[in-house]
Structures are given as structure tokens and as C-alpha cells.
């Protein structure tokens, strides 16, 4: 089955022929993996109704939205996470046994993104694009956070290693090295995953945030605490981070819940979610993705007036 909002011209919610300009507004997308699937049609509407926030931030898959935002290509924001996932260089536990990782990251953010490649990134239309940006990754020597933003790009293999570093999920995917340090998954990070601290950093106050879990949605503790300090004992703030972020994402929730009842914020939760993180099923990733569509087109003339406010 397809979905209306794969054709612009016939998009669910409206096109728009003018800018929807709210530099006051920073937008903010969660990861997820493979949930992102979800979501993506709300890249899909804030590209079709030609909206130019101040600012956009991403962690993990997060990432991905961020970029396929700022090179407005809707085709691209779908096949990242329901498409894609049929070219068996994407991943599996083939890939993990020979040292890849689940998620094939040397192929999904190096490799794929380059001209001529399964999912080519126009370069020139991101650095062309006007919003502030930052993609975030923690740094495994410090459990510090990195944030990358527009002055640290000047390469699309530059882009690419930001993206795959801030995605690179512990156990799952090798460590990501870039400039001399290694990296992991920015949501093991102190907001547990939402780089509203990154917006917050850059002046901005009023969020759109697009995420992937329930309103209701909250995460348990880890477990196994020796286990993981055990696999990560040369990296023991990677362990740390690990095992605060069940805390760390609690705490933002109910942050981002209370910006909601102030005005502050507009959420996008999903109202249910049919996928896990390492879906690959094809067939499912299309009928998330269609549920998000849904949800979105009930949803967009609220976003619509918050951004416009």
C-alpha cells in the first residue's frame, strides 16, 4: 500500500507556496532507529509546508531527520527508514558477526551517502540550507557530550562521520572514531536522548519536538550493572551512561511535558508505536510510516498555529 504523502502533489496535509518562517522555534527530533519510520512523515510536512525554523537538532536516528529536513528530500527522509532497509548491505546479525554491527554503519552513513550511491545526499543543498544545526555524540573517553554544529562542517565525509558517531549504538555497532576520540550514541547522553540542551545552549526556548515513544512512555532502570561495567571497563563513563539514562530520559520527559502545559513546546508523540528500534521487516516499516502520516495530517493545523504564534 501506498501512502498519499509520497507524491507531493497529492500530500495529506497541504502544500504551501510561500515559507513558513518561525525563527524563534528550534525543532527537535528523538531517535529510535528503526521508529523513526513513524515519524517521518512529520519531515515530510514541515519540508512540503516549507518551514524554516531557527534552529534543528538530532541525536542517534535523530540524525537523519535533521539531515534529510535540511536538504528538504522527502523521498530520502522515507527510504532512510522503511525503504532502505531491503538492500542487504543495510545490516542484520550477518553484519554484526563479521565486526559491522547490527545496523551496517560503515555502509549506511559512509558509504550509501555518496554520489551515485543507494542513498546519495545532495551536500551542496545542506550547506545551502539556512537553520541552525547541532548533532550530538558522547564521547566514550569522558561521557561528555560533542556537539557538532554548522561552523565544524566544511565535507560531506566530515557530516557523515557526525551522524554515524551520534548513532552508534553500545554493543550493537563498533565505536565510532572521529577527530582522535571514540564515540557513541548521543542519547546515552545527560537529557537521555533530546538535544533540547544543545537548543537551550544557542538561545533558542520554543520547541517543536517530533519524538518516538508514547506520552506515557518511560524507561525502566538497567539492568546487569556488573555486566556492563564489566564490557565497558576500559570505557567506564560509556558504563555510567549507560546504566543514568533510564534517569536522564525520565527527567526529560516529564521537562518536555511541563514546556508543553507553558506554551513553550509543541509535542509530537506517536500515538502508539508498532515497530522496535531494530525493525526490518519492510512491510511493517511501511505501515508505521503510514500510521505517522495519519497522525500527522490530525495533528498539522495545531502544529501550524505554534509555529506561527
Not at 542513498?119 to 561528555?144: H, N, V
Not at 524507561?219 to 564489566?230: C, D, G, K
Not at 506517536?270 to 511501511?286: S, T
Request: with cysteine; net charge negative.
Amino acid at each position: 500500500m501506498t501512502s498519499s504523502a509520497e507524491d507531493p502533489s497529492t500530500t495529506p496535509w497541504g502544500t504551501s507556496d510561500s515559507p513558513l518562517d518561525c525563527p524563534d522555534v528550534a525543532i527537535v527530533f528523538e531517535g529510535g532507529g528503526m521508529r523513526n519510520s513513524y515519524t517521518v512523515g512529520a519531515v515530510q510536512a514541515l519540508i512540503d509546508h516549507k518551514v524554516n525554523p531557527g534552529w534543528v537538532g538530532g541525536i542517534s536516528a535523530g540524525t537523519t531527520h535533521v539531515v534529510n529536513f535540511l536538504i528538504k528530500n522527502r523521498t530520502r527522509a522515507k527510504a532512510s527508514f522503511v525503504d532502505f532497509v531491503e538492500d542487504p548491505r543495510f545490516g542484520g546479525w550477518k553484519t554484526f558477526a563479521k565486526g559491522k554491527g547490527y545496523f551496517n554503519t560503515e555502509f549506511i552513513y559512509t558509504e550509501s551517502v555518496m554520489p551515485g550511491e543507494i542513498a546519495e545526499m545532495d551536500f551542496d543543498a545542506f550547506m545551502k540550507s539556512s537553520p541552525e544545526f547541532a548533532i550530538g555524540a558522547l564521547r566514550a573517553d569522558t561521557g561528555d557530550m560533542t556537539w557538532w554544529r554548522r561552523d565544524d562542517v566544511q565535507t560531506l565525509e566530515q557530516l557523515s562521520a557526525y551522524t554515524r558517531a551520534s548513532s552508534t549504538i553500545p554493543f550493537f555497532m563498533p565505536v565510532t572514531h572521529v577527530d582522535g576520540h571514540d564515540y557513541y550514541d548521543g542519547a546515552m547522553g545527560p537529557t537521555g536522548g533530546f538535544a533540547y540542551d544543545a537548543a537551550i545552549e544557542d538561545g533558542y526556548s520554543k520547541f517543536l519536538f517530533i519524538l518516538t515513544r508514547p506520552k506515557s512512555f518511560r524507561r525502566e532502570p538497567m539492568s546487569q550493572a556488573r555486566l556492563i561495567r564489566s564490557y565497558f571497563r576500559k570505557q567506564p563513563a560509556v558504563a555510567e551512561a549507560i546504566l543514568q539514562r533510564a534517569e536522564h530520559y525520565n527527567r526529560s520527559k516529564e521537562k518536555i511535558a511541563q514546556w508543553e502545559k507553558e506554551g513553550r513546546a509543541m509535542v509530537f508523540y506517536p500515538d502508539q508505536m508498532p515497530v522496535h528500534n531494530k525493525e526490518r521487516n519492510v512491510e511493517k516499516l511501511q505501515k508505521s510510516y503510514e500510521m505517522g502520516v495519519d497522525q500527522v495530517v490530525r495533528e498539522w493545523p495545531r502544529w501550524e498555529e505554534f509555529l506561527r504564534g
